[in-house]
């Protein structure tokens, strides 16, 4: 996006502290949103971004320091404050109710009424003819034309945020900002959001525009600023600073390798998978697993990678289909099976099937190896559940002030990592990992995929599940494409490129 020339500041943050029991979250933060910009906030997990905006948005209220709308103080006691003032936030996870209408979602709590009777004002009703005329207009800003009574439950996630950045839009917002807003959709998908973003911002709309995605920022931001650890660092023009300098600013230290893939001796068939079928949603799944490899699963959205890991681990039943672990026939009925036998799943959707988000850190990491630290009473050794606990913490940088801290409480990112940490404690043959590093900084995207590299090297069996190809291509020893269920390719190491995988995958 070319570089904003207007330097006029529509939102000034100065100053900003914000603590929390145990953790200094933002310490002396500043930032400076110009009109019609889009400015990128980036920096680990743990950095403060998602504090920050809860601060602007009236969710958090800060210790210390100002904000300034348009050179005046800014109070906001919540968000719909915030929404009143101008300022509107899109998370990750829609906020639409899924049983109304588009409509009804655009305009709740704002809804456009009319008298009545003409002589008796004070009695009301709403306009629905006003809303759809201003709801059509804003979806043509927005370049799409969308049913207004069609349910949210019926639309897609891409059009979902879509239908939010128009409610911000009726509430005639000046700011909005953009949390992670690429997470889940496709490369399309992305791509449309993107000529939304420029073409709102021309109309006048200023961003606040959160990834981790450091390309999304070089494509679709004005200037970045970047904070670690609760504190400003920089900020600068796209056009002036480059990805390692970025990555450098965001960790502290310079990354010259996001894969730091080991060599590992691959050995013996570990597993091998024959004719696994679910009706409708996956058929005729093979493929083999060997001691040490790291197994890339490819393809595009809705494929059928996940369905065909969770069969494979008991989370869903197929029809048909044999599994040999170690050249035996084995059973595997439900996930306490697939633990038995040395295999561990990770799941994308880390709230539903991985963290118990009310319990502690340190209950998180332990609690499917109990059996491991208790004694004949089944009393749990404090010593070794505390060891335990720390060594995964430390190992994958678990940003928490000790184990007894609430898995809910940590940040996006740190919650998947606890998530890598909860399989590794049981100490599995094979690691199933489905989109390991989905929502986690750069800084910490490094260091799980060196602890993947290393569970490898030590003789562990991985089937790493991921959009992101460069992972794959950077972390797989072999890939295998899926495609409407069914596998249509493979690929070893020396034969990998994106154009190959996406032949297959397409």
């Known amino acids: 996006m070319d570089q904003t020339t207007n330097t006029k500041n529509i939102l000034k943050i100065e100053g900003i502290y914000k603590a929390f029991p145990g953790v200094q979250a933002l310490s002396d933060v500043h930032i400076e949103l110009r009109e019609s910009e889009v400015h990128a906030v980036c920096g680990e997990n743990g950095a403060g971004k998602s ?62 009424e009319k008298p009545l009777l003409p002589f008796f004002k004070k009695a009301s009703m709403i306009d629905y003819p006003a809303m759809r005329k201003k709801a059509r207009a804003i979806f ?6 969308l049913d207004l009574d069609t349910k949210i439950t019926n639309l897609g996630v891409a059009t979902k945020q879509m239908v939010e950045i128009a409610k911000a839009l009726s509430l005639d917002s000046r700011i909005l900002i953009l949390d992670e807003p690429t997470a889940a959709l496709t490369s399309k998908e992305v791509d449309t959001l993107f000529e939304t973003i420029k073409r709102i911002s021309g109309e006048g709309v200023s961003m606040l525009y959160i990834s981790h995605r450091l390309d ?19 900020t600068e023009d796209v056009v002036n600073v480059t990805k390692p300098q970025l990555v450098s600013w965001m960790v502290g230290r310079d990354l010259d390798n996001l894969y730091p893939k080991e060599q590992a001796e691959i050995s013996d068939v570990i597993l091998d998978v024959r004719g696994m079928s679910q009706e409708g949603v996956i058929e005729n799944i093979g493929f083999t697993l060997k001691r040490g490899e790291i197994l890339g699963i490819s393809g595009l959205a809705g494929a059928g990678r996940t369905e065909m890991a969770q069969a494979l681990c008991g989370l869903r039943q197929a029809d048909s289909g044999t599994i040999y672990l170690n050249g035996e026939e084995v059973r595997i009925h439900d996930y306490r ?65 000790d184990g007894e801290f609430i898995a809910e409480n940590l940040s996006g990112g740190n919650q998947q990592k606890l998530s890598v940490a909860k399989s590794l404690a049981v ?35 991985i089937i790493l599940i991921s959009s992101d190809l460069p992972e794959i291509l950077g972390m797989s020893d072999r890939v295998i494409i899926i495609k409407q269920g069914s596998v249509v390719g493979e690929l070893m190491r020396n034969e990998l490129s994106q154009e190959k995988i996406l032949e297959k995958a397409l």
């Open 51 to 112: 504090t920050l905006m809860k601060i602007i948005t009236g969710v958090h209220k800060p210790d210390e320091g100002t904000i300034l709308l348009q050179g005046d103080p800014l109070k906001v006691k919540d968000p719909n404050d915030a929404y009143s003032k101008g300022i509107a936030i899109i998370y990750q996870e829609s906020s639409l109710f899924p049983d109304l209408t588009v409509l009804e979602n655009m305009f709740m709590g704002h809804e456009i």
């Open 140 to 145: 043509n800003r927005l370049g799409m034309d």
């Open 216 to 234: 999304e920022i070089f494509q679709i931001a004005d200037r970045v600023t970047v904070l670690r650890d609760g504190q400003y660092i920089n």
């Open 337 to 401: 099976d697939a633990l038995d036998h040395g295999i561990a799943y990770i799941s994308e959707d880390r709230q539903k099937y991985s963290l118990v988000e009310p319990m502690s850190v340190k209950v998180n990491i332990t609690h499917k190896v109990q059996d491991r630290i208790s004694n004949a009473l089944g009393i749990i050794d404090e010593d070794k559940e505390n060891e335990i606990t720390e060594t995964y913490m430390n190992q994958l940088d678990i940003k928490a002030p």
């Open 427 to 461: 100490e599995p043959q094979i690691l199933i990992l489905d989109e390991p590093t989905r929502g986690v900084d750069v800084g910490a995207k490094s260091e799980i995929h060196r602890i993947i590299s290393r569970l490898a090297k030590a003789g562990k069996s």
